[in-house]
Nanobody, 125 residues
Framework: QVHLVESGGGLVQAGGSLRLSCTAF????????MGWFRQAPGKEREFVAAINWSGTNTIYADSAKGRFTISRDNAKKTVYLRMNNLKPEDTAVYYC??????????????????WGQGTQVTVSS
């Protein structure tokens, strides 16, 4: 079993930055891909970014390209999402997820085995 804990969300003005963190507890020694997703009120959960086990491959949603950076520190069992130039439309609950079936970065929600509880990001205009 794996338990994911996100932190770093909050309220920020448009144009500001936040760094989200997600730390894994439990069955963490196996290689796994990690991803960030978000869900705004009344909308479906959507892909934001993903990273493979070694950190050498990353994937971004079009909305995140050029503004968000995903990274990971396997020694700390933590994955990060640095978000710059935030916009009101980035307001959502952000979730991290772990894919213990594959080492690669994955876009699909169905690829992920474990999910965090989410952290709220609110961007004011």
């Amino acid at each position: 079993q794996v338990h994911l804990v996100e932190s770093g969300g909050g309220l920020v003005q448009a144009g500001g930055s936040l760094r989200l963190s997600c730390t894994a507890f439990g069955r963490t020694s196996e290689r796994h891909g990690m991803g960030w997703f978000r869900q705004a009120p009344g909308k479906e959960r959507e892909f934001v970014a993903a990273i493979n086990w070694s950190g050498t491959n990353t994937i971004y949603a079009d909305s995140a390209k050029g503004r968000f950076t995903i990274s990971r520190d396997n020694a700390k069992k933590t994955v990060y999402l640095r978000m710059n130039n935030l916009k009101p439309e980035d307001t959502a609950v952000y979730y991290c997820a772990a894919d213990y079936t594959r080492e690669r970065a994955s876009v699909a929600l169905s690829a992920y085995d474990y999910w965090g509880q989410g952290t709220q990001v609110t961007v004011s205009s």
